[in-house]
């Protein structure tokens, strides 16, 4: 199961950690923000030598109900990132987390290596043709709604079925354009409340049968604080837990804010696996 990234072709049988750098003020785990050149570059460099294999960068917080910005604003903050990353760390493979298709051909343009959108493509009608442009991997991740509403979108008569065929819909969309490489990521968070994400979560698994690499981004999120009755903060622990759960269902990608721990994950599991 390989993805080709730049001409590195990435073997995701073996599952890999993206690390997560937000370039945003108001991002919900404020470990992650990075506003500062030498903030970037030390979470980047602290990142890569701790195994991750990608580095997510995000200039748009998708919390729930996290204010919209125009793309100007976000493009301003991402190309300076990508630039800066990339000239100290030149063989960095870049995910830009974005859902809008000019921010995204301007980070592939400067360097970038994949695309992670959580909209797959519904929230900009042309992101699906530029991707099959550039034929860089993309993440497409289900969402309901936007960030600014997916709260209130919840409402399903069978959740893991309703994921299943929404991702049987974008695929075929992407395919009929002649998107190569393609990720899934159900999306914990969005548009689904905290049993629902367990649900998900207990029935990964089944998200094998679309014979694509699987993408888990568990890292640090309410479903773990707000039943564990802590912060966001302190949910590291809680966060290997559910990780390592998403790998033994066969999760092919971890995002997540604590590489280490992570790539500690994988390891263990594998030796459970063999």
């Known amino acids: ?42 979470k980047a460099e602290q990142m890569l030598a701790e195994g991750a294999t990608f580095l997510d960068l995000g200039a748009y917080s998708s919390r729930p109900g996290a204010d919209d910005i125009p793309v100007e604003e976000e493009l301003e903050r991402m190309l300076p990132a990508i630039e800066l990353i990339l000239k100290e760390f030149p063989e960095a493979l870049l995910s830009i987390d974005t859902f809008r298709a000019q921010v995204a051909e301007r980070s592939i343009q400067a360097g970038a290596a994949l695309i992670n959108d959580i909209s ?45 065929f929404y991702f049987s819909e974008r695929i075929d969309a992407a395919r009929k354009l002649g998107i190569n490489d393609i990720i899934i990521d159900p999306g914990f968070g969005f548009a689904k409340n905290i049993e629902q994400n367990y649900e998900l979560l207990s029935k990964l698994e089944l998200f094998k049968n679309l014979e694509l690499p699987v993408l888990a981004g568990i890292s640090r999120k309410s479903m773990i ?12 622990n809680g966060t290997s837990v559910l990780n390592t759960a998403a790998l033994l269902k066969g999760a092919n990608i971890l995002r997540v804010h604590d590489v280490k721990e992570a790539v500690e994950c994988i390891k263990l599991t594998r030796e459970l696996k063999n």
């Not at 993805?3 to 995701?12: E, Q, Y």
């Not at 797959?120 to 860089?136: P, T």
């Not at 604080?225 to 590291?236: Q, R, T």
Request: proline share 4%; aromatic share 8%.
């Open 1 to 42: 199961m390989f993805i080709n990234c730049k001409g590195n072709l990435i073997d995701l049988s073996e599952p890999k950690v993206m690390g997560i750098i937000n370039i945003t003020p108001d991002s919900f785990y404020r470990g992650s923000r990075s506003n500062t050149e030498k903030e970037i570059l030390n």
């Open 120 to 164: 797959a493509g519904k929230l900009d009608e042309n992101m699906l043709q530029l991707i099959a442009e550039y034929q860089v991997p993309y993440i497409m991740m289900h969402m309901k709604g936007s960030p600014q509403t997916m709260k209130d979108l919840n409402q399903y008569e069978d959740l893991t079925a309703e994921v299943l």
């Open 225 to 236: 604080w707000k039943k564990l009755n802590i912060s966001a903060e302190e949910a590291l």
